[in-house]
């Protein structure tokens, strides 16, 4: 390995060298999300599924002259909601076009206009959905998706998969259909060719042409206007044309001469496609207009290259709050639907006689968790894994159980109870090892890492699963903070030769110590049929060994689990107890867990090396007890139903068992959450290694950041309400585009004064609340301007909990509240006290450096007494 790592240097320093003679400097770049441990809590108005962070309120509604700083003090009927980076720039308002705006737009150009090109979806063609995300609503309805159980949430998160390999790939995040329905590896080829072509039509029955822009077409046409389409889109050309021609009339199809996709060109409006566009149109760009309703790819992107190109506003704010208010409002009425039109399923309760029988006194907490929670969950789970075995079975397999320890322990436990014998072997082998073991090439090494979610593993993490010893990783990563995206440099030089050679080498090492064990402790043997049992969730273990091993074998590798998730790249040949959008297992998972370290590695000959144990005595005897609760209920209802000569259909069974975990994890009891308050689990790859499951205490402090709980887990929010747990789960169900102004209208005031020493801007701002009398309010950073918060306006007496500057990432870059410059207050820890209406607390940034990006204060205070609640003589009103 040294003469890898003497090349991996030799190339770091060459670089290093190279960047220094360019002038490029490391304080040039932005911050990184892995650099900083503390992440800016995401707010609910965010869209679950966009890049980009937003924030609530209209610019025009905070700069009327167009965002210019000024001396003047403007005056407002009603205070603003938010300031924005966006505000500190200027608007051109003549760069926009409305509907009633289409039909004159040409007559503004005159005779110089030579191509007028058009944006396709949310322009020319509309949808009759609230969303564009509502059309995979309509696609899971179509016979084949129900038929392979396809949901919304699959489609969107195999098409963001789907991005992140193509840039892997080669550079680009444009994608196209067939891409996206790859990433279904659960299905066969025929199917996912299937389920493009349905939600081609899909898109066919829910799209309509946008009448305005049909008749702009014609009269373009008729002035000897060229016509093209612009659009960023997975659809191809053919595709697109195909969609078009469905909705156009004739002579409007006919007079558009060529259609331009992204994905066709590999780039996008934003990127390079319109210099592609005007070079094919052969004018000057100046003779090219571009209508479109993307404010940057539209309308600013085509304007740095030198065309006319119009923002099309399709609502203003009103309308625009009004319709997101009433998708919302779409999304719950279901809540609120009297039968028939509801979907009303009986709620089952099969393990109500013996909860009867039992002896359940002393009613303990691990009877409640063990015999009355996990107990009935586990048993429905025993009865499925016995009938799938036995379904194998029938078929003539030769089928081998592997539970695979640590987390398995219980259900190995659980099936013995049922089935009244061993069933089974116990299998160390975990996910990590089963994906370092994995990487044969590159295509293995990018496919691990397209499957990261971007906000997850840290660049140690990711090197550390990649097998890097920590001195290669180190320099890698110091190569990758030197540039301005650090986690996509990290991905290319893991394409470097050299590290390539390393990860290859210990990855075939591991992989031979792990077939050896397989072999050999597993006695797996050609033919066979293995089912991985485990709590599950993506099953990763199982996706990783099947495609690491399923050749050398020649075996069936099956994953039979408690939990499995929604996605649509879940391991193939598995199935669950139960399907969840999302994962609520960790407490489930320690409480079924073996008394045992990890497994860290596996030596010459196989015998699996195991880590010390590193979580207390105190949490394995709170295991134990409830383990042993949950075996005493399974031997009680087999005793009790075999006696009482009682049968269950398994689909009561599961109903039973999902109703019970979810109430666990969404409505424990007060002694549950005593009970759990210091469970902690270790499957960190971080130096900590171990990790608070949960922390009730820190919630208190969270909800005083977040203007709901919808990023709270679900035992915190327990500890606050079950009215937050309800707020959060419907918000996390139905996926609402809700922000701190739906979530709560009331707000407090705040004036605020924004400038430099030449010139400045004071506006009359609101902070929404947030919980337990905490408000919050944005306010733009810009390098040489100051922040002047005028407290004194309109409080005596008020607390500041935190002041923080961070950026787009959400990563706070710095806590900025004790560097206060304080005018006319006093100060007592949190608490300030205004002396006089003129009190003033400002910001002034004097070390802070000049950001590329957006950049933001995030200020949280709670007003203690008000100034207008006190007379003028200095006398509290009564």
């Given amino acids: 390995m040294q003469h890898i790592l003497t090349r991996i240097a030799a190339k770091i320093k060459q670089a290093d060298i190279d960047r220094q003679s360019s002038g490029r400097s490391c304080s040039e770049h932005t911050f990184d999300p892995d650099i900083y441990s503390e992440i800016v809590p995401r707010l609910p108005e965010d869209d679950v599924y966009d890049d980009v962070y937003r924030f609530i309120g209209h610019p025009d509604a905070m700069f009327p002259d167009g965002g210019g700083l000024t001396e ?38 005159g005779d110089s206009l030579k ?16 969303t564009p995300g509502d059309v995979f609503a309509v696609l899971a309805d179509t016979p084949i998706a129900r038929r392979l159980g396809v949901t919304p949430h699959q489609r969107i998160s195999a098409a963001a998969r789907a991005r992140r390999a193509k840039s892997l790939e080669n550079g680009s995040r444009e994608i196209d259909i067939g891409d996206i329905y790859r990433s279904f590896t659960s299905l066969s080829s025929e199917e996912r060719e299937l389920l493009a072509e349905a939600e081609i039509r899909t898109e066919m029955s829910v799209c309509f042409a946008f009448s305005p822009y049909v008749e702009l077409i014609r009269l373009a046409h008729t002035r000897g206007i060229k016509i093209i389409v612009v659009s960023d889109t997975y659809l ?9 021609a469905r909705h156009l009339p004739a002579d409007v199809m006919q007079s558009i001469s060529t259609i331009y996709c992204s994905v066709d060109y590999g780039t996008s409006k934003s990127e390079a496609l319109f210099q592609v566009i005007i070079e094919e149109c052969g004018v000057p760009a100046s003779q090219l207009l571009h209508i479109g309703d993307n404010d940057v790819a539209d309308a600013q992107a085509p304007r740095k290259l030198g065309v006319r190109a119009l923002h099309f506003l399709p609502f203003d704010r009103e309308v625009a709050d009004f319709l997101r208010l009433q998708h919302a409002a779409s999304s719950l009425i279901v809540l609120d639907q009297a039968a028939p039109e509801a979907v009303i399923l009986p709620c089952w309760s099969p393990f109500r006689p013996v909860f009867s029988a039992a002896n359940l006194r002393p009613y303990t907490p691990e009877t409640l968790i063990g015999y009355m929670s996990f107990g009935p969950a586990l048993y429905a789970y025993a009865r499925f894994l016995m009938d799938e075995v036995e379904a194998l079975q029938r078929q003539g397999k030769r089928v ?51 499957g990261i979610e971007p906000e997850c593993d840290t660049l140690h993490a990711i090197a550390k699963q990649l097998l890097l010893p920590p001195e290669v990783t180190e320099l890698l990563i110091r190569v990758a903070h030197q540039s ?9 030089l893991l394409h470097d030769e050299d590290v390539l050679e390393l990860i290859l080498k210990n990855s075939s090492a591991l992989r031979a110590r792990l077939m050896r064990y397989i072999s050999k402790e597993l006695e797996v043997e050609e033919g066979d049929t293995i089912v991985f049992a485990d709590i599950g969730f993506n099953g990763r273990t199982q996706e990783y060994l099947s495609r690491t091993f399923k050749e050398d074998f020649n075996i069936d590798i099956l994953g039979r689990y408690v939990f499995a998730s929604d996605e649509p790249h879940r391991a193939a040949n598995s199935k669950a107890l139960i399907t969840s959008t999302w994962d609520n297992s960790t407490i489930v998972e320690q409480c079924c867990t073996v008394k045992e370290g990890p497994v860290v590695d596996y030596d010459f000959d196989g015998e699996p090396v195991i880590a010390d144990i590193i979580l207390s005595e105190k949490q394995y005897e709170k295991v134990a007890n409830v383990q042993g609760e949950c075996l005493r209920f399974i031997d009680d209802a087999r005793t009790f139903f075999a006696k009482s000569s009682m049968t269950h259909d398994y689909s009561i069974l599961q109903r039973a068992a999902h109703a019970a975990l979810f109430r666990n994890a969404y409505m424990p009891v007060e002694a549950e959450l005593e009970y759990f308050k210091e469970f902690q689990h270790d499957k960190f790859m971080g130096p900590d290694r171990k990790k608070t499951i949960y922390h009730l205490e820190s919630a208190w402090k969270n909800v005083r950041c977040l203007p709901s709980p919808y990023r709270l887990g679900a035992y915190e929010t327990r500890g606050l309400g079950l009215d937050f747990t309800f707020s959060g789960l419907v918000q996390r169900r139905f996926q609402l585009d809700l922000g701190p102004v739906d979530m709560n209208v009331r707000f407090s005031p705040l004036k605020v004064s924004i400038g430099s020493i ?16 905490f408000f919050s309010i944005v306010l733009p950073y810009r390098s040489g301007t100051s922040v002047k918060m005028l407290f004194g306006e309109h409080y005596e007496w008020l607390q500041i909990a935190n002041i923080q500057l961070f950026n787009n990432a959400r990563s706070v870059c710095r806590n900025v509240s004790s560097s206060l410059e304080l005018e006319e207050i006093d100060r007592e820890g949190e608490i300030y006290r205004c002396l006089s209406q003129a009190s003033v607390a400002t910001i002034r940034p ?11 204060y995030h200020v949280i205070f709670r007003p203690l007494i008000s100034r207008h609640l006190t007379h003028r003589g200095g006398q509290a009103s009564q």
């Fill in 72 to 109: 003047k003090i403007t005056k407002w009927q009603k205070p603003v909601d938010r300031l924005l980076w966006s505000d500190m720039r200027h608007t051109d308002h003549n760069t926009h076009i409305t509907a009633k705006d289409i039909p004159t737009v040409l007559d503004e150009f």
């Fill in 115 to 130: 191509v007028l090109s058009l944006d396709c979806f949310d322009t020319l063609l509309w949808r009759k959905t609230a």
């Fill in 236 to 244: 191809r050309e053919d595709e697109l044309r195909r969609l078009l």
């Fill in 400 to 450: 081998k159980v592997f539970f695979l320890l640590r987390d398995a322990y219980l259900l190995s436990a659980a099936c013995k109870a049922y089935a009244r014998k061993p069933v089974g072997k116990l299998a160390r082998i975990r996910k990590f090892h089963a994906i370092a073991a994995s990487f044969k090439n590159r295509a293995d090494i990018d496919y691990y890492i397209s």
């Fill in 484 to 492: 301005g995206e650090p986690k996509t440099t990290f991905h290319q």
């Fill in 758 to 773: 030449h010139e400045s801007k004071v506006l009359l701002l609101r902070a929404h609340h947030l919980h337990d009398g």
């Fill in 846 to 856: 004097t070390d802070f450096q000049q950001f590329k990006t957006p950049h933001y």
